[in-house]
């Protein structure tokens, strides 16, 4: 059907304002409110908008207000940037050939550092590390002697037996002693264990009878053709790091003179019994 | 028969007795190379060399 085949609405003097439904068909009376008609408004979309409301409007008042005293791009600020973008022409960026190279010559690294670590672990590059620093180790004394039947003593001077007198190892100012003692005997292992004294003066004594200072050390005997290390140390980290076929342990700093001694069965020359004192300042 | 010492850990040529003690595998060789039995390493040894308890704490561990 067609509005023009419809008949209008009347109204009690004559027509009535109203619109044409195609929907029913019908024209239909028009309705409104102060004054004006209801109207429908229609996006661009054909359905009918969805009118701002106060929260809506609200939201954009809110997002407008965080734009207000924005820096925008100047002329200044968009010719910088062109020039900048002009500074990139003509580098020369990683290609996929340099890039392909690389990896190469990365993959190559790779391999001689696989090599190093094998010749590190199997051995093959044992002995060829070469170290270099400043630690400087003073030998205080080194002794050889095939002397045994009794306990020996060693110091500044030695060996002695107990009925002897000697002068202690001077040890002022050294931060670590290392005593290295060789067992050269293929027959006999020392007994009544090792032992380390250390005493107040450096003059000439029978160490067997000095006055005792603390501490005192003793250490398991060494069997035949075996050896002992030993450090004495005023560094806590030492402690920390004892070497594998070495003995760590703290002495008291400012101690003056010290004395080694072992005793061994043997009553003959049966191998020499080798003492190396050595200091770290 | 095989030297039982050969059961032995040895690091960097010489064997580990402990407590800063130690001894190297070619003198400890000659010494007990020929030993195939633990009594017989005790035997050796004749309490004299001084590794009886070493050889006792290796037979408590299960080494030899």
Known sequence: MAYNTRPLKRAQDGVAPQYYNPTTDEYEALHGTAGANHVVI????GQPASLATEAKLEAVRALLA???????ATDTKAEAIRLLLASLDGKNFASETTLAALGTELELLKAELADV?????????????????????????????????????????GPISPAGTLRPLDIRGFRKISIYFLNGSPTFGTRNKLRV????????????????????????????????????????????GTP?????????????????????????????????FSGVR | ??????????????????????????????????????????????NEKGYADYFQKLRTEGVI
């Open chain 1, 66 to 72: 965080l734009l207000e005293g924005k820096d925008f």
């Open chain 1, 117 to 157: 670590k094998t010749m590190l672990t199997d051995g093959t590059a044992k002995g060829e590390v070469t170290l270099s620093g400043t630690i400087v180790r003073d030998v205080l004394g080194y002794f050889s002697t095939s002397v045994a039947g009794g306990r020996q003593f060693f110091g500044a001077t």
């Open chain 1, 244 to 276: 594998p076929d070495g003995l760590a342990i703290r002495y008291l700093p400012d101690l003056v003179g010290l004395v080694f001694s072992y005793d061994q069965a043997s009553t003959g020359a049966d191998g020499d019994k080798i003492i190396l």
């Open chain 1, 197 to 240: 004294t250390f005493h107040r003066t450096l003059d000439v004594q029978s160490p067997e009878n000095a006055f005792a200072i603390a501490p005192q050390y003793e250490f398991d005997n060494v069997p035949a053709n075996g050896s002992f290390r030993l450090l004495l140390t005023s560094d806590l980290s030492d402690l920390a």
């Open chain 2, 1 to 46: 028969m095989m030297s039982l010492i050969n059961e032995i850990p040895v690091v960097n040529g010489h064997i580990i007795l402990g407590d800063g003690l130690s001894v190297d595998f070619v003198s400890f060789q000659q010494m007990f190379g020929e030993a195939t039995t633990f009594q017989e390493l005790l035997d050796i040894d004749g």
């Open chain 1, 42 to 45: 229609y996006g661009p979309d």
